[in-house]
């Protein structure tokens, strides 16, 4: 059964850093690219960042440019997102997800799913 589970969420303050985390069991995603996406009450899911299966093509977000990344380790078949300056309109669910090719930012075609880590940005 695969099962992909995020940790790290929590509340932190506006221009704070939280690294999230994203770990995938019941089979390996190494020739896979991850994406995170994120989802605030009453609004769309949103699509945060991509990285490729070779963690060596990555792609944000333009709200989130130049404060997250997203990393990779094949070997621990985890994928990560480090966010830095974050505001307050970070606050969201945060959800992970595989797609087989890099480039994807429609949700609609990521194949499995974690079941969200929420973040809390305070003002």
């Known amino acids: 059964q695969v099962q992909l589970v995020e940790t790290g969420g929590g509340l932190v303050q506006t221009g704070g850093s939280l690294r999230i985390s994203c770990a995938a069991s019941g089979r390996t995603f190494r020739s896979y690219a991850w994406g995170w996406f994120r989802q605030a009450p009453g609004l769309e899911r949103e699509f945060v960042a991509a990285?490729?299966?070779?963690?060596?093509?990555?792609e944000y977000g333009d709200p989130v440019k130049g404060r997250f990344t997203i990393s990779r380790d094949n070997a621990k078949n985890t994928v990560y997102l480090q966010m830095n300056s974050l505001k307050p309109e970070d606050t969201a669910v945060y959800y992970c997800a595989v797609v087989r090719s890099f480039g994807v930012r429609s949700w609609v075609g990521y194949d499995y799913w974690g079941q969200g880590t929420q973040v809390t940005v305070s003002s």
């Open positions: 990285i490729s299966w070779s963690g060596g093509r990555t």
